[in-house]
Antibody, heavy 122, light 110 residues
């Protein structure tokens, strides 16, 4: 049974950066895309971008282009999402999610991490 | 890429059926069968309920069904149960090789 375990909650100052990790266990990592989805308090879900670890080339939502970097380390089965130039509007729960089918960057997300709360406050 | 349009809320009594719509454009819902639906109870991670318009993952009750017509996809929940109360989100693959979510629909079981 594949599980995604994310890093713990974080508090950041405006203008700084945050890096969230997502470690996969119990299954194949390299050929299944991992996406990052965030949810601001009381708001809906928002796709940020994704990556297939074996290929290593990420795809980002236009909104986050230039501010987000998604990477994957096959040796540790861990994906990362780094968001820079943080502002208060980036306060949200950040989820990693794995797609259902291998070698498809964008597909249904059938496995989700537990979420990481990132708070941006001065 | 604008979010897909969902009604903010729907409601129904136990045993009834409810349908949640998800309207996109010819650049997403209308052109691809990669529409998925997620259930999210408060304080929890989303759970996949429907993929590729109408397919149910293992373990999802057959009370949940999906369909699509033109630029609008729909999720129907029949035989409504109290445990179905949650937020529901649709997603679609887009022509820009991205994923777009709907704004979410709060289902209340009366």
């Amino acid at each position: 049974q594949v599980q995604l375990v994310q890093s713990g909650a974080d508090v950041k100052k405006p203008g700084s950066s945050v890096k969230v990790s997502c470690k996969a266990s119990g299954g194949t990592f390299s050929t299944y895309a991992i996406s990052w989805v965030r949810q601001a308090p009381g708001q809906g879900l928002e796709w940020m971008g994704g990556i297939i670890p074996i290929f290593g080339t990420p795809n980002y939502a236009q909104k986050f282009q230039g501010r987000v970097t998604i990477t994957a380390d096959e040796s540790t089965s861990t994906a990362y999402m780094e968001l820079t130039s943080l502002r208060s509007e980036d306060t949200a729960v950040y989820y990693c999610a794995r797609v259902k089918e291998p070698l498809r960057l964008l597909d249904a997300f059938d496995i989700w991490g537990q979420g990481t709360v990132v708070t941006v406050s001065s | 890429q604008s979010a897909l349009t969902q009604p903010p809320s729907v409601s129904g009594s136990p045993g009834q059926s409810v349908t949640i719509s998800c309207t996109g454009t010819s650049s997403d819902v209308g052109s691809y069968n990669r529409v998925s639906w997620y259930q999210q109870p408060p304080g929890t991670a989303p759970k996949l309920m429907i993929y590729e318009v109408s397919n149910r993952p293992s373990g999802v009750p057959d009370r949940f069904s999906g369909s699509k017509s033109g630029n609008t996809a729909s999720l129907t929940i029949s035989g409504l149960q109290a445990e179905d109360e949650a937020d529901y989100y649709c997603t679609s693959y887009t022509s820009s090789s991205t994923v777009v979510f709907g704004g979410g629909t709060k289902l209340t079981v009366l």
